[in-house]
């Protein structure tokens, strides 16, 4: 890899949530990539595992700390995730690696396949909505595993791919022409999940999901 730039370590070092240094992370990260020594193929095999063994599932979310970790969602014994425990664990294994890697947040309007979602909801929009960066040939390229292939095939929408060089952000139209996602609001990057913001952005945006004293999210 090129030389880092001043400062770039801070998304190298593992952290509460993306802890790059657990074990099972570690041991996870190196069953994906194999022998292979090429970064930014590593990259890609390490998006395509977590995009398609990890389920996307948005009615599961605990706004918890232990909850957001890498690992957890390694030991959880149904593989299912959200887009920031997806990316979170994402990150972890590209910098087990040394690639750096941070997270980038948006608001987005989701168009195809959360019908029951958005109503739940009381709104369209999703905030806080994660997507990884990771540092390749000298530049930030944007990748989303979030939503396996899976889900993809069966809302009609094509899976995102992501070979490393170019931004894989998100699926703007389904193939009959539908639209499918937008993204309205960027809160920009982030080396750790900003917590304090994240929940505060869920607390403002869907209230009725809180319970009481206010520690926890539950669609349910």
Not at 24 to 51: C, F, H, M
Not at 107 to 113: A, P, T, Y
Request: charge should be negative; proline fraction near 5%; hydrophobic fraction near 35%.
């Amino acid at each position: 890899m090129k030389e880092l730039n001043l400062g770039m370590e801070i998304y190298l070092l593992p952290t509460y949530f993306i802890d790059s240094d657990h074990p099972d992370v570690i041991s996870y990260t190196k069953r994906i990539v194999g022998d292979e020594k090429d970064p930014v193929q590593q990259a890609v095999k390490l998006y395509y595992a977590v995009r398609d063994e990890f389920w996307y599932n948005p009615y599961n979310i605990s706004l918890k700390h232990k909850e957001l970790k890498a690992s957890t969602l390694l030991h959880r014994e149904k593989k299912m995730g959200y887009c920031t425990e997806k990316a979170c664990l994402y990150n972890a294994t590209l910098r087990v690696l040394g690639i750096p890697s941070r997270f980038h947040f948006f608001d987005v309007r989701n168009h195809i396949g959360v019908e029951r979602y958005t109503q739940l909801l009381k709104t369209d929009v999703l905030t806080y909505h994660a997507c990884s960066e990771v540092y390749l040939n000298g530049k930030w390229v944007k990748a989303t595993p979030a939503f396996n292939k899976e889900l993809c095939e069966k809302t009609g929408v094509q899976p995102l791919d992501f070979n490393g060089i170019d931004d894989s952000i998100f699926q703007e139209f389904s193939p009959d022409g539908r639209e499918f996602m937008e993204y309205i609001q960027d809160h920009g990057t982030c080396h750790d999940v900003p917590h304090d913001m994240y929940v505060m952005n869920m607390r403002k945006h869907y209230p009725q999901f809180f319970p009481g004293d206010g520690s926890d999210f539950k669609v349910f």
